[in-house]
């Protein structure tokens, strides 16, 4: 007998390692008892086998590998004791898990347990089992469990069933075997078991749909009667916490309802008495009743439609965004973002409630106010809403003002009702928290009032006296700069003053200080600076008076050591002393900016002229409509992560269709990187190996605003007409198809694949289109009456797989000069083994037929026993003249 083994107990090893006072000495104890174990293991000593495990038990906790002990775990389980075993089946869910291969060793074992006539011994067999069963031990284990089902113990009937909530969710194959043994548990008087039943119900709602039919019918009515019992259920000490009886019974029979009456009116209907006293009956003084309600409110939202339900559950929600628990009022928040969905009028109630909770001491809870209170806004409720998040601005921390001030933005710039207010909105953030603002924010703002003429005196006085009292935000001066460089002699001029203003006294000399401010502040940052050089340059041209000093302020930058700041100095300092009579042509106004390019060219923004299915298009405020459909989703070809379009075409449409391509220099005279060029047509179609070309610029795949992308959605059919044009000087499509690959040059075998018609008409052969070892695509043509550059494309798809096709989804591509619709499929199934097909007509019309050739990109989903099915390829063996 090892002597250090049977000398120490659990309780003093525990001590010597806590009296450690550095972890290379713990490590030391732990290495001298894990020695000592493995010599008894290797010994087989039987008297001291359970202390030994418990103390590999208390090593495992602490980190230290214990592998060598789970042999011992069995060896106890297998022993006929009662105490041996409870430290056996302790130690194998400690020291294993379901992935250990030794664990097949003990099923045998746990079968004769499960067995036992000692009801503890099966206690402890079915809680090893419900937490640590492989999918092959529940297969052999689950008859031996389903029989504990109806024991007549209690504490039988109750571990079996949480063991079952295991075995179901581990093969739930198996859940129809468990089906009426449930429905049984339910009916019991012991909450215990009651409890467990009502959790193995809803675990077997999840995992079959066999089982939420078999429930809803069996057993909705009976579980409202129980709910019904409970609620009105008289005082029991044993059962109640807060003056609540039972709140775990409560909520799990709540949870049980929600999943039945989801999407089924009739159980819905039964349950709307009983929900309805739940909500009015349960105090909410304690938080085991506010448990009970937010479940409540949670089963509401969840079943059928009953708008007076709905509304109580709504104002339970405000009445917990007044409590002082900081929980409570995050869940009602969380709750409330998913009931605006539902019934955003009765959220709209407690507006000015949850408008203090963006105020709140809390980060998380401002937060979710916050992102609510933007759900909330809409045309009527616009304005006093941005007043109190404006005037919340004011006084807010800074950490929060980031948050804050973007979602001001957003709502300003989505629900403006006038360009004024629009402005004005937007100079009170720049005033209060400019240099939390994104420089997109401040670009759209010079966007818009470039384009109201009649404001332009109005905002640049504006600017101007709010620069007086903000000058240290960033983007205001931005702002301000460019205003006042652009209409300076309106500032000083009061040229067009609105009724609402007062007169202001602006010289040219007040002007062109707030320029030199700028310029000699030294934390303006280098944009700043370059543009308060633009608008000097300006000025010195509507302001004759102050040029001179216009000039010295602009000649102090010749020695700056920021290159770009040094260049403009000397170039502008030569404009303003030997081009006087250029200059007024230089520094004209600039011209009003387009709304709609702009619009286009943002990042996360889409051309005015995409258009939906439905013709539908949101209005910004600015009045540009702007496609409601993303063009980035309509293949799922985009990314959330992907960088922001440059002012390209080419990069936008690039994300579009999921191009990778890095941008390409402007065309020039040598050709430095022959492939680059041409990459980004060729991706596009994906098209063969390029050979040299001269560089082509990004230009090459601009979108057009007068021919935008047009789009058709029929049921599930949508189809994206990808836009592309050849810049001046390029060569033809068809030339550069012709010098792509022998896949798309049109030879003389193309002749064969048509043939001439008595006619001036063509009529070609069908061609295989795209195949794959599960699914095959024909084309078949025929010209239009009356058009003879559209083509009509019947597409037939064929299943080669053995599994049938359900959810089937066919999407194209084409480039710029061609005009796609799509009609719709034949059906949306596609029968295995060739036995159907679907059929589904395209018309292409080719503005450049004969001089370009079609090539068009595929995309085809489906599910397959419920997983999804990707197919995607390109035709490029069109015949010649469609």
């Given at each position: 007998m090892n002597p250090f083994s049977s000398g120490t107990r659990l309780r003093d090893m525990i001590r010597s390692i806590r009296a450690c006072k550095t972890a290379a000495e713990e490590r030391a104890v732990v290495r001298k008892e894990c020695a000592a174990i493995r010599s008894a293991v290797s010994e087989n000593d039987n008297d001291y086998r359970h202390r030994n495990l418990a103390k590999l038990m208390f090593i495992h906790m602490l980190g230290?590998?214990?592998?060598?002990?789970?042999?011992?775990?069995?060896?106890?389980?297998?022993?006929?004791?009662?105490?041996?075993?409870?430290?056996?089946?302790?130690?194998?869910?400690?020291?294993?898990?379901?992935?250990q291969e030794v664990l097949m060793l003990v099923t045998?074992?746990?079968?004769?347990?499960?067995?036992?006539?000692?009801?503890?011994?099966?206690g402890l067999a079915l809680c090893a089992l419900g937490n640590i069963c492989s999918a092959e031990m529940a297969r052999d284990l689950a008859p031996e469990v389903e029989r504990l089902l109806q024991s007549r113990d209690p504490n039988i009937r109750k571990k079996a069933a949480l063991c079952s909530i295991r075995i179901v969710k581990k093969v739930p194959d198996l859940a129809e075997n468990f089906m009426s043994p449930a429905a049984v548990l339910l009916k019991e008087?012991?909450?215990?078991?009651?409890?467990?039943?009502?959790?193995?119900?809803?675990?077997?709602?999840?995992?079959?749909?066999?089982?939420?039919?078999?429930?809803?019918?069996?057993?909705?009515?009976?579980?409202?009667?129980?709910?019904?019992?409970?609620?009105?259920?008289?005082?029991?000490?044993?059962?109640?916490?807060?003056?609540?009886?039972?709140?775990?019974?409560?909520?799990?029979?709540?949870?049980?309802?929600?999943?039945?009456?989801?999407?089924?009116?009739?159980a819905s209907d039964s349950m709307n008495d009983i929900l309805a006293q739940v909500a009015t009956k349960t105090e909410t003084n304690k938080n085991a009743g506010n448990a009970i309600l937010y479940e409540c409110v949670q089963t509401i939202m969840s079943i059928e439609d009953n708008s007076g339900l709905r509304v109580l559950a709504i104002n339970i929600l405000g009445r917990f965004l007044s409590n002082r628990d900081n929980n409570i009022r995050y869940v009602a928040l969380n709750m409330l973002m998913k009931a605006i969905q539902v019934d955003a009028?009765?959220?709209?109630?407690?507006?000015?409630?949850?408008?203090?909770?963006?105020?709140?001491?809390?980060?998380?809870?401002?937060?979710?106010?916050?992102?609510?209170?933007?759900?909330?806004?809409?045309?009527?409720?616009?304005?006093?809403?941005?007043?109190?998040?404006?005037?919340?601005?004011?006084?807010?921390?800074?950490?929060?003002?980031?948050?804050?001030?973007?979602?001001?933005?957003?709502?300003?710039?989505?629900?403006?009702?006038?360009?004024?207010?629009?402005?004005?909105?937007?100079?009170?953030?720049?005033?209060?928290?400019?240099?939390?603002?994104?420089?997109?924010?401040?670009?759209?703002?010079?966007?818009?009032?470039?384009?109201?003429?009649?404001?332009?005196?109005?905002?640049?006085?504006?600017?101007?006296?709010?620069?007086?009292?903000?000058?240290?935000?960033?983007?205001?001066?931005?702002?301000?700069?460019w205003c006042i460089g652009e209409y300076g002699e309106m500032l000083v001029n009061n040229i067009g003053m609105l009724d609402i203003e007062d007169p202001v006294t602006v010289t040219e000399s007040d002007a062109v200080d707030v320029l030199e401010i700028v310029m000699k502040r030294h934390t303006s940052e280098i944009d700043t600076r370059e543009m308060s050089l633009i608008a000097l340059l300006k000025l010195s041209s509507r302001f004759p008076a102050c040029s001179e000093r216009i000039r010295d302020i602009i000649v102090q930058n010749k020695g700056s050591l920021v290159l770009e700041l040094q260049q403009r100095s000397i170039e502008f300092n030569s404009i303003v002393a030997k081009h006087q009579n250029i200059r007024s042509a230089l520094v004209e106004r600039m011209p009003v900016l387009d709304e709609t390019t702009y619009s286009g060219k943002r990042p996360g923004t889409l051309p005015a002229t995409g258009s939906t299915s439905t013709g539908a298009s949101l209005n910004i405020p600015n009045g540009v409509a702007k496609s409601a459909l993303p063009l980035v989703d309509l293949l799922d070809l985009g990314s959330d992560d992907a960088p922001p379009p440059s002012s390209s075409g080419g990069d936008f449409l690039n994300d579009l269709l999921g191009i990778g391509v890095s941008p390409t220099p402007s065309m020039s005279g040598s050709s430095k990187s022959p492939t680059k060029g041409t990459d980004v047509l060729l991706d596009l179609l994906s098209i063969g190996t390029p050979p040299a070309q001269n560089n082509f610029s990004n230009d090459l795949l601009s979108m057009s605003t007068n021919n935008g992308p047009s789009f058709s959605s029929l049921e599930r059919t949508q189809s994206l007409s990808s836009q592309v044009s050849s810049p001046p000087g390029a060569a033809p499509m068809m030339d550069l198809l012709?010098?792509?690959?022998?896949?798309?040059?049109?030879?003389?075998?193309?002749?064969?694949?048509?043939?001439?018609?008595?006619?001036?008409?063509?009529?070609?052969?069908?061609?295989?289109?795209?195949?794959?070892?599960?699914?095959?695509?024909?084309?078949?043509?025929?010209?239009?009456?009356?058009?003879?550059?559209?083509?009509?494309?019947?597409?037939?798809?064929?299943?080669?797989?053995?599994n049938d096709y359900t959810e089937f989804l066919f999407q194209a591509?084409?480039?710029?000069?061609?005009?796609?619709?799509l009609e719709t499929a034949s059906s949306n199934t596609l029968p295995a083994s060739g036995n159907g097909s679907i059929t589904q007509t395209l018309s292409v019309t080719n503005s450049q037929q004969g001089q370009k050739?079609?090539?068009?990109?595929?995309?085809?989903?489906?599910?397959?026993?419920?997983?999804?099915?990707?197919?995607l390829g390109q035709v490029n063996n069109f015949p010649h003249g469609l």
């Open positions: 230290y590998p214990t592998h060598f002990g789970q042999m011992e775990c069995l060896k106890l389980i297998a022993s006929s004791g009662f105490p041996e075993k409870r430290i056996g089946y302790l130690g194998l869910m400690l020291l294993l898990d379901e992935r045998n074992s746990v079968k004769q347990d499960l067995n036992h006539s000692n009801q503890y011994i099966v008087k012991h909450h215990g078991v009651l409890i467990t039943g009502l959790q193995l119900c809803t675990d077997l709602c999840k995992v079959s749909e066999e089982a939420l039919d078999y429930f809803r019918k069996k057993c909705t009515e009976g579980l409202v009667k129980v709910l019904k019992d409970v609620v009105n259920s008289p005082y029991a000490p044993e059962y109640d916490i807060a003056g609540i009886t039972d709140p775990f019974l409560h909520i799990r029979l709540l949870r049980l309802l929600r999943i039945l009456g989801h999407g089924d009116a009739d009028q009765a959220v709209q109630r407690h507006r000015a409630t949850i408008l203090e909770c963006v105020k709140d001491l809390d980060a998380s809870i401002r937060k979710r106010a916050l992102e609510l209170i933007y759900l909330l806004v809409n045309e009527t409720n616009v304005k006093p809403l941005t007043k109190e998040l404006i005037d919340y601005l004011e006084v807010s921390d800074e950490e929060f003002k980031g948050d804050l001030t973007a979602k001001i933005c957003s709502i300003v710039e989505k629900f403006s009702p006038e360009k004024i207010w629009y402005i004005d909105q937007m100079l009170k953030v720049l005033s209060e928290a400019g240099n939390y603002v994104k420089n997109e924010v401040w670009h759209a703002l010079i966007v818009v009032i470039s384009n109201a003429s009649d404001l332009h005196g109005y905002t640049v006085r504006s600017l101007f006296k709010a620069f007086q009292t903000s000058g240290d935000q960033e983007s205001l001066v931005r702002v301000a700069v012709d010098s792509l690959s022998p896949t798309v040059s049109m030879t003389s075998n193309s002749l064969a694949d048509m043939n001439l018609t008595g006619d001036n008409g063509l009529v070609h052969q069908p061609i295989v289109a795209f195949q794959s070892k599960s699914l095959k695509i024909m084309f078949s043509f025929s010209k239009k009456p009356g058009s003879p550059q559209t083509t009509l494309i019947t597409a037939t798809f064929t299943n080669l797989s053995s591509a084409v480039p710029k000069f061609v005009q796609l619709q050739a079609l090539a068009m990109r595929l995309r085809v989903q489906y599910k397959v026993n419920g997983e999804e099915g990707l197919e």
